[in-house]
Every structure is written in C-alpha cells, then in structure tokens.
C-alpha cells in the first residue's frame, strides 16, 4: 500500500517553528527506522525507548516523539542537529493518533470487545452476523485477522502501527465492518487510541494478567477504558449485566450519554436470556428483545455460547442492523476456532473438545457449560498456566477442574523459560491427589482419550487454537486439535 509523506501538524504533533517536517513512516523499533521516519520513543518495561534515539538517527529518523521521561535522554542525542523533538504528556496516545491520521482510513463501521473471557467468540460471532447479513466483514484478535480480509497477528491486540496499517489495508480491500478484541494490555497501552468505534462490548471480568496489572483495581480500570476513553459519547455500548462489574460500566457508559444495550438474565435488559436446552449437537436458547419473545437453535457447545452470541447480536444491532434480521441469522453461527471446538470423536461416541480456557474461571466456566451435554463421565486435560506469567492462579485453576470434571490430568501448557515441573506441582496443589500429572502434552492428551468410555467426553484446555508449544524461548509446532485427531485415530485402530 503506497504511502505519502504526511507533515507532523497533519499527524496533530505539533513541533517548533520551521520544524514541520514531512515523515515518510512511522517506527517504534530503532531497527526498523527508514529515511524520514517518525519514531516513538516509548516508555517500557524494562528501558525506555529514548535509549535507542542515537540508533534511530543513525538510520535516518527525520523526527522523535517521546515523553517527559524520555526528554532529556532524547536531547542529549539529538543535540546539535536538525530533526525535532517532540515532547508530550502521553507519547502512546500520541502515537495512536499519529498512526491513524498517518494511515488515514479504516472500515466504516468498527467495533470492539473486552472482557477476560469471551473476546474471541464475541468478536468472531460478530463477523459471522455481518457476513450472514450480506456484508464484507473482518475479526481482529487472538486468532489473527479472518473473514472478508485474513492476516496473521502476534497480539490480541496489535500495537498502534501495525493496527492502523492492517485497518488501512482492510479499507482498501473492501472490508466495510470489523470486529476488534481490546485487551487489556492493549487499552492500557493506548493501541486502540485512534480507532473510531460506533459500539463496543464488556463480556466479564475475572482474575487474569496480575503479572501485568498492579492490582484487580489496575486491570479493570484498564478495561474500562474502552467505554471511558476510546468509545465516543454517541457510541452505544453492550454491556453483560450478569457480572458484578457490568453495573459498573453501565452507570459509567450513562456518565458520558453513550447509548445501552444491556445483556443478561435480568429484567431490565434489552437483550435478556430467559432459558437454554442442551442436547448433544448444540443448544435451543430463548431470549427477550425489548421484551418480545425470540427463539433460536445455535449449533455450538456450551451454555455460555448462547451470552458470546447474544452480545455479538447486540454489537450487529448497535450498528445498525435489523434486529429481526439479525436473530435469522444466528443459526448459521459456527464454532470458533479452539472455542469449545469439537476436535474428535471416538466409535463409542466418546466425543473430545478444545478451549482455550486458561484462567480459573474459564476453566470453570468451560466445564460447567459442557456438563450438559455430556451423558457419561467428564475427563479435564487443564494446561498448567503459562509459564512467566500469572503464578496466582495456577493452583486454582487445579481445584476448578477438580471441582467440575470427573477427572483431571495436569499437563504443561506453555511453561516458557519456568521449570515445567514447578508449574506443574502448583496446579497439582489445587487440583489434588486424585488428579494425574502428566508432563508431556501429547501423552496427556493420548490418556485421556484412552480413559473415555461411551458416552463420556474430554475437555482439553489451555491452548486452544494455538498451533505451537513455548519451551524455553523456542516454539514447537502443537495443534491440541490435531493432536487429539491422531490420538482417537491411533486408539481406534485407524492409523
């Protein structure tokens, strides 16, 4: 995509007198620092991207963007020359919005998600609803870019550039609505800054990413921020009023006169679940809209699908579709990707699933909602927690699928540059003495496909649609759904 030089004033930087140069990019890594390019120095975890100004100008950056905390680092470096300082309370914010004026387009109607659990499906349901209703449509997340436009992504969500890029790329390949996840990493950092959303959604929040955040406090201020901060006052916003934290957000979303649409069980709800019935296919849900009766059958696993759904109707309807329409067509929904994903089935009957669940809740969460269909025993494969990351919530995650499976193997998820066998040995800590360890992932899962019976099911999570295994700071190629494939495949005498 051919990009023009764009003047600083046009980007809303605002630099000294006779120093509106014109950049012909935008960096954030001094590697990757062209002739005339803009580069954000950034505040970071462990150094601050002011550090790497003399690299960048070395590489010809015709102008740096930092903080006050990278000021006078920065000037030190650029002393005695000619490219401009630009100085500013935020420099992600800034950025942000530099990248969205710099790219200069982005589909005509775009919404976004957070939540800890749920952004995938709702945002992926999202799209589903669109492209039904006849329209070019795009999802933006954990499992890259799919839909009327396909890219792969590193981040939930990506960082500025490369989100103001992709959404330019989608404009002009037609894509006229996207769907966005907004984690918390992502709106904490301002990425989203910049993007125009017309609604956006909260699905739930529960403990995940205290690596990350300071505090439970932190981490939902940092959700929170896509109703106060990125969505504008005429935006509507979709809010999950079954979890304590949706009150919370309503009254902030009233605060700012954004338009409601609540979801849940409670009367007051525009959208309101009023019952489920489960069979081994999927689930009949009925629901209120503005309080006249609809009934839909959704092809997918799990009780909670039917409120991921039912929020993504709510986000179609924000923008503007017929809501008669859009109930039409939620039986065309197909499961997501390592959502509650159906990988195999044995000859007995036995069926094996993948999710991604890789909190406590979720874990919960997941079982319970599968427990309905399941006519036998229920087997949990529970990933033990990423390693570097969040150790709170490894032992109860055990103690989740030992509350809710009939039982429960321990296996490694991605322990990263952890001893596999620590992590391991926390998450055996909640799950108990009946639970089994088993460290290697393949073998896991091979077991617990032997232990299944007619009638049984197993759950396998942690990964879901990842298609790789972190070990140290190497990946190795594992697909949870493949590998229960093979498994069910070797065990019935098929390969």
Avoid at 10 to 25: E, I, N
Avoid at 153 to 159: D, L, M, W, Y
Avoid at 237 to 251: F, M, Q, R, Y
Wanted: aromatic share 4%; with cysteine.
């Amino acid at each position: 995509m051919a990009l023009t030089a764009k003047p600083l004033s046009a980007l809303g930087l605002t630099a000294r007198p006779g120093s509106d140069v014109a950049v012909t990019g935008l960096s954030v890594d001094s590697r990757l620092v062209k002739p005339g390019h803009l580069f954000a120095a950034l505040p970071g975890t462990k150094v601050h991207g002011a550090t790497f100004v003399t690299a960048a100008l070395e590489r010809g950056a015709g102008a740096v963007l930092t903080d006050r905390a990278g000021e006078d680092t920065a000037r030190q470096a650029l002393a005695g020359g000619t490219v401009p300082l630009l100085v500013v309370e935020d420099a992600r914010l800034a950025l942000s919005c530099a990248a969205a004026l710099f790219f200069g387009a982005q589909p005509a109607t775009m919404v976004a998600v957070t939540g800890t659990n749920g952004k995938t499906s709702v945002a992926t349901f999202t799209r589903m609803i669109w492209q039904a209703l006849g329209l070019d449509a795009a999802n933006i997340g954990t499992t890259g870019v799919e839909g009327a436009f396909a890219a792969p992504s590193s981040h939930t969500t990506p960082e500025p550039i490369t989100l103001h890029r992709l959404l330019a790329e989608m404009a002009a390949a037609g894509v006229t609505h996207a769907a966005m996840e907004a984690s918390s990493h992502g709106l904490a950092q301002r990425r989203l800054d910049g993007v125009m959303l017309k609604a956006a959604a909260f699905t739930n929040f529960t403990q995940d990413h205290l690596d990350y955040h300071a505090s439970f406090d932190a981490y939902f201020d940092a959700k929170a921020g896509l109703f106060s901060r990125v969505l504008p006052e005429e935006g509507t916003a979709v809010i999950n009023t079954d979890d304590p934290k949706g009150a919370v957000l309503v009254e902030r979303a009233r605060a700012r006169g954004q338009k409601l649409i609540r979801v849940g069980q409670g009367d007051t709800c525009e959208i309101q679940l009023q019952g489920q019935r489960f069979d081994a296919a999927g689930q009949d849900v009925r629901f209120l809209w503005q309080g006249g009766p609809q009934m839909v059958r959704l092809p997918l696993i799990g009780g909670f699908q039917a409120m991921n759904v039912l929020t993504a109707a709510g986000l179609v309807i924000a923008c503007g579709a017929e809501p008669k329409a859009v109930f039409e067509v939620l039986p065309q929904l197909a499961t997501v990707r390592g959502r509650m994903q159906l990988a195999a089935t044995r000859t007995n009957g036995a069926t094996v699933f993948v999710d991604y669940a890789h909190t406590p809740d979720a874990v919960e969460t997941a079982l319970r909602a599968l427990r309905p269909h399941v006519l036998g025993r229920l087997v949990a494969i529970v990933g033990a927690g990423g390693g570097d990351r969040d150790r709170t919530k490894r032992p109860l995650m055990g103690a989740a699928a030992a509350a809710h499976a009939d039982a429960v193997i321990v296996t490694d998820d991605n322990p990263r540059t952890e001893d596999p066998a620590s992590i391991r040995a926390a998450v055996m800590a909640g799950a108990g003495p009946e639970a089994t360890e088993v460290g290697d992932r393949a073998e896991a899962i091979l077991r617990g496909v032997d232990a299944l019976g007619p009638g049984d099911a197993l759950l396998i999570m942690g990964k879901g649609h990842e298609r790789g295994q972190v070990i140290g700071t190497d990946v190795f190629p594992f697909d949870d759904a493949e590998q229960a494939s093979i498994a069910v495949a070797a065990l019935d005498g098929k390969i």
